[in-house]
T-cell receptor
Framework: AQSVAQPEDQVNVAEGNPLTVKCTYS??????LFWYVQYPNRGLQFLLK????DNLVKGSYGFEAEFNKSQTSFHLKKPSALVSDSALYFCAVRGNAGNNRKLIWGLGTSLAVNP | DGGITQSPKYLFRKEGQNVTLSCEQN?????MYWYRQDPGQGLRLIYY???????QKGDIAEGYSVSREKKESFPLTVTSAQKNPTAFYLC????????????????FGPGTRLTVL
């Protein structure tokens, strides 16, 4: 069965420090991986996705994520955190079987960046 | 949020009433989705539609109904059969980027917060 795990409910970092939000997945075949961010009482905003090619994917707002096939991980990173990065982050995966467009979602990680 | 609108932003319902949440997109996307979000539970798929006049149940369809009469519209009705409807409801859509559908990005509306009084 396909699944996504975000092992940390909450991550706390100081402003200016690097941040990492973790995501691991289980899917048959090649995974298609996505990161989204959600600010309070708002919809989800797309940050980046991995489809194929370079394992390091760059996205919006200075975020990047590294696809690691051997560890089945897709961790979200940013070199220098901003207070405005404080939000809820979701990882999602989709397998490439058939015409299925359904995404499997992690439960989310709340990121708090402290000034 | 651009391209997908949801209304109303806040909705209050009395027990026993049906309510309909609106979702409209002007992105010319084929597929549309409804999710329910509860604290600590992430996103759960209610219904999705990959083409006009066709839709499939998601993981938690009981107590909900949808229609897809037009490509740009995918309204969700929360019926009185839904035992615990208080939640944040998110609509999303996916277009065809020319590649495999699995690679398509879902884009979300701003959400509707439904509260049962």
């Amino acid at each position: 069965a396909q699944s996504v795990a975000q092992p940390e409910d909450q991550v706390n970092v100081a402003e200016g420090n690097p941040l990492t939000v973790k995501c691991t997945y289980s899917v048959s075949g090649n995974p298609y991986l996505f990161w989204y961010v959600q600010y309070p009482n708002r919809g989800l905003q797309f940050l980046l996705k991995y489809i194929t090619g370079d394992n390091l994917v760059k996205g919006s707002y200075g975020f990047e994520a590294e696809f690691n096939k051997s560890q089945t991980s897709f961790h979200l990173k940013k070199p220098s955190a901003l207070v405005s990065d404080s939000a809820l982050y979701f990882c999602a995966v989709r397998g490439n079987a058939g015409n299925n467009r359904k995404l499997i979602w992690g439960l989310g990680t709340s990121l708090a960046v402290n000034p | 949020d651009g391209g997908i609108t949801q209304s109303p932003k806040y909705l209050f319902r009395k027990e026993g009433q049906n309510v309909t949440l609106s979702c409209e997109q002007n992105l010319n996307h084929d597929a549309m989705y409804w999710y329910r979000q509860d604290p600590g539970q992430g996103l759960r798929l209610i219904y999705y539609s990959q083409i006009v006049n066709d839709f499939q149940k998601g993981d938690i369809a009981e107590g909900y109904s949808v229609s897809r009469e037009k490509k740009e519209s995918f309204p969700l009705t929360v019926t009185s059969a839904q035992k615990n409807p208080t939640a944040f409801y998110l609509c999303a859509s996916t277009g065809t980027s020319g590649g495999h559908p699995s690679t398509d990005t879902q884009y979300f509306g701003p959400g509707t917060r439904l509260t049962v009084l």
